[in-house]
């Protein structure tokens, strides 16, 4: 069993950054990795993914040059680097974990939920 907490979020200015963290327990270092977001009223959407070892990595269009995974497999953990921030990037942000070594970006491939933690960009 997994169990994913995030930490980082909170209230910026637009142009600002955040850097969020995903503490895994068990081995998470053996699983992709991934960051969604859920703004109000909008379906979760796939932000960024790591792999495993090699940390590779793949991102949706809406944050690519602007946001940043990577991870710390000696820690268990996941960061989310956000810089540019805009007020469209406000949103619940989540962890999550792909047991199977697929680098997908669909929500429902993912095993593994973290409770988010809320990122608020002010214009």
């Known amino acids: 069993q997994v169990q994913l907490v995030e930490s980082g979020g909170g209230l910026v200015q637009a142009g600002g950054s955040l850097r969020l963290s995903c503490a895994g327990s068990?081995?998470?270092?053996?699983?992709?990795m991934g960051w969604f977001r859920q703004a109000p009223g909008k379906e979760r959407e796939f932000v960024a993914g790591i792999m495993e070892s090699a940390g590779s990595t793949f991102y949706a269009d809406s944050v690519k040059g602007r946001f940043t995974i990577s991870r710390d497999n000696a820690k268990n953990t996941v960061y989310l680097q956000m810089n540019s921030l805009k007020p469209e990037d406000t949103a619940v942000y989540y962890c999550?974990?792909?047991?199977?070594?697929?680098?997908?970006?669909?929500?429902?491939?993912?095993?593994?939920w973290g409770q988010g933690t809320q990122v608020t960009v002010s214009s």
């Open positions: 999550a974990v792909q047991s199977a070594g697929i680098a997908t970006m669909y929500e429902h491939e993912y095993d593994y």
């Open positions: 068990g081995r998470t270092y053996k699983y992709v």
